[in-house]
């Protein structure tokens, strides 16, 4: 029996659902916004599959992150733009879109109430959709020539102290060609979707996401006339710390995955080719995102 989903059943076959790890208090609401989910899904005749956290909320097995991320059409983000932030960048390289449930507080990725869950995947699963790629940074540490690790980010690759508060000395290069020494707690590389996290809050400007473009933005600079700085996303980004300041330092990936740094460590960043596919409500409105998220007043 064809259900109203039908038409679409091929193209989105299998979905997958990611979950936040939520706390005592905030269990209960993703429990509930999970078994809504599921539910629907199930009804609507789609194959569900699940990560750990989802799998252990719902009750269902888990399945090995490889074999979701190889079996899914579709990736349903239940949480806050962190919860995206992780499943984008496990799924940026397979080619598969996702959509975000917002149980966070901001929101700016996850754009679906949980309270309009059938209304809008109904939508959007019968193909009123936008349809948004959005860039990604990758990063490598280096001492001495060998790498430390690597990271990629859909917000942002940030190079900052790591326990103390002191400033670190760091030297930056765009394309082999020399830009500042400066001292500063530290600097955010950010892409247009992260320019309104960590970016926003060092002054740094809204990007929108649309542009092939990278912000640098300097963390607390000692000198008062270092700016933010955008540059074309096509660029290479090398930042060094220089040997003459041993405080310890850290390279962080959106704020979730770290490498320790110390005095004479470098650090390369590039845009990475693969884009992750955000899918919005077909009248999703960037700019009504940002007058609400950001508390700008609406026009008359």
Not at 134 to 158: C, K, Y
Not at 262 to 279: Q, T, Y
Request: contains cysteine.
């Amino acid at each position: 029996m064809e259900t109203k989903l039908g038409k679409y059943m091929k193209q989105f076959s299998t979905i997958g659902i990611f979950s936040k790890n939520g706390n005592e208090e905030s269990n209960k609401s993703i429990k509930k916004t999970l078994q809504t989910l599921h539910d629907f899904l199930h009804q609507e005749g789609f194959k569900i599959v699940a990560e750990r956290n989802a799998a252990s909320f719902l009750g269902i097995p888990e399945m090995d992150t490889n074999k979701f991320c190889a079996c899914i059409n579709l990736a349903i983000v239940v949480g806050g733009d962190g919860t995206l932030l992780k499943a984008g960048r496990l799924l940026s390289d397979k080619d598969i879109p996702v959509i975000g449930i917002n149980l966070g507080r901001l929101g700016f990725l996850v754009d679906i109430s949980p309270d309009e869950i059938a209304e809008q995947l109904t939508l959007m699963l019968n193909g009123a959709y936008t349809l948004e790629e959005r860039s990604l940074l990758h990063a490598e540490a280096f001492r001495n020539g060998e790498s430390l690790g690597e990271g990629i980010a859909l917000n942002d690759v940030v190079v900052h102290v790591r326990n103390d508060i002191r400033m670190i000395e760091f030297t930056t290069h765009v394309d082999d060609t020399f830009v500042n020494t400066q001292r500063a707690d530290g600097i955010v590389v950010a892409t247009p979707t992260g320019s309104t996290a960590y970016s926003l809050s060092g002054g740094g400007p809204i990007l929108h996401p649309g542009l092939d473009a990278v912000v640098l933005v300097p963390i607390c600079p000692h000198t008062l006339s270092n700016r933010p700085i955008v540059i074309s996303n096509d660029s290479q980004i090398n930042i060094s710390l220089c040997e003459s300041r041993e405080v310890n330092a850290r390279v962080s990936f959106d704020g979730q995955a770290n490498i320790d740094l110390r005095a004479g460590d470098s650090i390369v960043i590039r845009n990475k080719s693969h884009k992750l596919k955000l899918m919005h409500p077909e009248n999703y409105d960037y700019y009504h995102i940002l007058r609400n998220k950001l508390g700008w007043s609406s026009s008359p």
